[in-house]
């Protein structure tokens, strides 16, 4: 089991950068791959970036592709989510989540066992 805490949300003006921390506790985080999503009100839960235990095999939405960079620290028990070139359209409640086994990348939200509360993001315009 894994308990996952995100922080690092607020607002910023579009074209700006926001860096998200999803800070893990209990014993094994080393064991899941971590994912990102992000659901603003009226849509559905919608996949950003995942990464595996060792951090070798990033995945990212067509939308983030070139603006966001997932990555992780095993030392730390903490996986970040760096946004640069924010858009309004980036605006939603980000959420981490951890899946298993470690090596395999995810997009799909059902195939995640552990999720952080979230945090939002708003990007003005």
């Known amino acids: 089991q894994v308990q996952l805490v995100e922080s690092g949300g607020g607002l910023v003006q579009a074209g700006g950068s926001l860096r998200l921390s999803c800070a893990a506790s209990?014993?094994?985080?080393?064991?899941?791959?971590m994912g990102w999503f992000r659901q603003a009100p009226g849509k559905e839960r919608e996949f950003v970036a995942a990464?595996?235990?060792?951090?070798?095999?990033?995945l990212y939405a067509d939308s983030v592709k070139g603006r966001f960079t997932v990555s992780r620290d095993n030392t730390k028990n903490t996986v970040y989510l760096q946004m640069n070139s924010l858009k309004p359209e980036d605006t939603a409640v980000y959420y981490c989540?951890?899946?298993?086994?470690?090596?395999?990348?995810?997009?799909?939200?059902?195939?995640?066992?552990?999720w952080g509360q979230g945090t939002q993001v708003t990007v003005s315009s």
């Open positions: 989540a951890a899946s298993q086994p470690a090596t395999v990348v995810r997009r799909t939200a059902g195939d995640y066992n552990y």
């Open positions: 209990g014993r094994t985080f080393s064991s899941y791959a």
């Open positions: 990464i595996s235990w060792r951090g070798g095999t990033p």
